[in-house]
């Protein structure tokens, strides 16, 4: 399960909970990384869940960074952006 709870405009707490436990993570999302994302089509929280779902197919909840930049995941996941946009176009 993902929770997202909004600490500042641009800055999320986000847990992951599975059956192994849960890991705690903090999410920058800039308005520019958000627009170009979603043309405003979804709301913030629903790109964080939608980007946690994503990372998480890829990769176990405890090798998700404590503290990043949502854009950040393109470095490492180069289909993030094309993959991410499916879910609203």
Do not use: A
Not at 13 to 27: A, C, L, Q
Not at 74 to 83: L, T, V
Request: charged share 35%; proline share 2%.
């Amino acid at each position: 399960m993902v929770e997202v709870n909004k600490i500042t405009e641009n800055q999320y707490r986000v847990m992951v909970t599975e059956d192994s436990g849960y890991s705690d993570h903090i999410v920058i999302l800039e308005p520019e990384c958000y627009q170009d994302l979603t043309e405003g089509k979804i709301s913030k929280k629903e790109l964080i869940e939608k980007s946690f779902e994503f990372l998480l197919e890829r990769e176990s909840k405890e090798s998700i960074l404590s503290k990043f930049k949502l854009k950040q995941i393109g470095n490492y996941f180069p289909d993030f952006n094309k993959e991410i946009k499916k879910y609203w176009e």
